[in-house]
């Protein structure tokens, strides 16, 4: 579903973030990604959303060049995956109703089915009290919270995460791989990045190892060893 | 589709200028500033319009005859200076209107009057008062006054004089002068609309540099580019709306204030009633300006930030 043939990213001499990258994500899989910070993580994750540029290399998503499509093209793709942060990015001048509800409106999707569906997603992620309030009025566990029900809200074929539980205490921490899990379960592939080993070890799935731009390690059933 | 995704920009845009209130107050604020510069621009232009025409008016060329001169003579004169391309209009004042003027102004003058009685004839002579077109046609006149054939009729003199040269050196600097209103004015309004566009524009693209995050995570879910700038262009024409509504109302009583101000020194133009009069014009002006200059600002804005 996605591969990456020997993807690079240079911004300098000094500052590689990927070198010769190769890597294969299948459908319905639930990925790991860990690593220290500026291991090239959230690098990885951009390049999926064409976010980034490869400096060397192709990114394909479905056996397509995800860097030569046309913008059209490349947001009917970014509407098939959904996005989590750590820092959330929710609109902040809209409520957490209308969060879910612009992604839903971006794809197109009629008013009835939003007006259906946001309640329906926020009640699945805890949230069905908070329907009205604002990204400001929200703890950092109730906004990822919204931001999953963002991600999800459209049925995507791919969740990425990245960093989500970073921002969180463990308890929230837990919880939203729980929710990942679930969601997971439900046929979706999960990419997460993190370096959080106690979530790693929790979701015990394939999990891939980048250190300095490089995949150094790949286990099927991994653990987080750093 | 269509429908429903421009209801829902229309709709988002709203919300935006409604809950942003402060951003978009001094939006508003800094965009009626430049309405106003465009607003008064105009009015100078129209008081300095009607000043110069007011003073254009002012100038003439009378044509003194000899109090001999033939009446027929005169009027064959001022026939054939109707007949100039130049002249805009000649008025014939007779010797015995010149006489029944100048008893009128000296009415309360028994000596001149009394002078005049014992004269036992009528002294003064016809006068044509010429007015041009323009007033650097006024040489051109003079050239035709000061020919023979027209100064002589049968080798008697008619003309007495002409007072062209008199006026000359005033005719010639109000000619600069009015050269140079026009071109200055010209400039003055481009600078000044050149420069209050330019602070509304950079007001706005901090309004939307503050957002520049929000546009970010909006592609991230695949919203697509008009879907993204539609809210905010809703939001700068709303700011042009209001902005414009703003300054016509603070038109009103300004033009109203500078009518008494300015009565005896421009005398001729009231601002006020020309606002009034021209009300629907300006009311286009202003609200297009102000709704285009909000417009465009938004939308090359945020194009700068839409590049993932």
């Known amino acids: 579903m996605i591969y990456f043939d020997k993807v690079s990213k240079i911004y300098n001499a000094n500052s590689i973030a990927l070198k010769d990258v190769t890597v294969t994500i299948e459908h319905k899989e639930f990925v790991s990604i860990v690593g220290h910070s500026g291991a090239g993580k959230t690098t990885l994750l951009k390049m999926i959303l064409a976010e980034e540029r490869p400096t060397k290399g192709v990114v394909y998503f479905d056996s397509q060049n995800i860097h030569k499509l046309r913008p059209k093209m490349m947001n009917t793709i970014r509407r098939k995956i959904g996005t989590i942060f750590q820092d959330f990015k929710l609109l902040p001048n809209k409520t957490a109703f209308e969060n879910i509800a612009f992604a839903m409106e971006v794809a197109g999707r009629p008013d009835e089915e939003i007006s259906a569906d946001v309640p329906h997603v926020l009640e699945l992620v805890g949230l069905g009290n908070k329907m009205e309030s604002f990204p400001g009025e929200l703890s950092g566990g109730e906004k990822q919270r919204v931001a999953i029900a963002r991600a999800i809200v459209n049925h995507p074929d791919i969740i990425m995460a990245d960093e989500p539980t970073g921002n969180l205490d463990p308890v929230n921490a837990f919880e939203i791989i729980h929710i990942l899990k679930k969601i997971h379960d439900l046929g979706t592939t999960v990419i997460l990045t993190t370096h959080n080993k106690g979530v790693v070890d929790s979701v015990g799935k394939r999990v891939i190892t980048m250190e300095d731009g490089k995949i150094t390690r790949d286990d099927k059933h991994g653990k987080y060893s750093l | ?308």
């Open chain 2, 1 to 308: 589709m269509f429908l429903t995704n421009v209801k829902r920009i229309l709709r988002s845009g709203l919300m935006n200028f409604w809950r942003n209130s402060f951003v978009s107050l001094s939006s508003i604020l800094i965009m009626s500033v430049t309405l106003l510069v465009i607003g008064c621009v105009i009015f100078t232009g129209v008081t300095l319009k009607a000043s110069l025409a007011e003073l254009e008016k002012k100038v003439d060329i009378n044509v003194y005859f000899m109090d001999t001169a033939p009446e027929s003579d005169v009027l064959e004169i001022k026939k054939s200076l109707e007949a100039l391309p130049e002249v805009l209009a000649v008025e014939y004042i007779s010797r015995e209107q010149a006489i029944a003027d100048f008893k009128e102004r000296h009415k309360d003058d028994q000596l001149t009057l009394q002078a005049l009685e014992e004269l036992g004839k009528n002294p003064l002579g016809a006068t044509l008062n010429i007015k041009a077109k323009e007033p650097s046609q006024y040489a051109g006149i003079d050239k035709f006054l000061s020919g023979d054939s027209v100064i002589y009729k049968n080798g008697v003199r008619v003309i007495d004089e002409t007072n062209f040269n008199d006026n000359k050196t005033a005719i010639e600097r109000l000619n600069k002068i009015m050269d140079s209103a026009r071109k200055l004015g010209l400039v003055i309004t481009l600078v000044l609309t050149l420069l209050s566009v330019l602070i509304t524009f950079n007001t706005i693209r901090l309004t939307i540099f503050v957002s520049r995050e929000e546009i970010q995570v909006m592609q991230l879910v695949g919203a697509s580019y008009k879907f993204i700038r539609g809210p905010f262009v809703v939001c700068g024409v709303l700011y042009g709306l209001v902005a414009g509504v703003i300054t016509l109302i603070i038109f009103y009583p300004v033009t109203f204030w500078v009518r008494d101000a300015t009565a005896d020194f421009f005398g001729t133009i009231n601002l006020f009633d020309y606002y009034l009069a021209n009300f629907s014009q300006m009311f286009f002006i202003v609200i297009g300006a102000g709704v285009l200059i909000g417009a465009l600002s938004s939308y090359l804005a945020v194009r700068r930030y839409l590049r993932l």
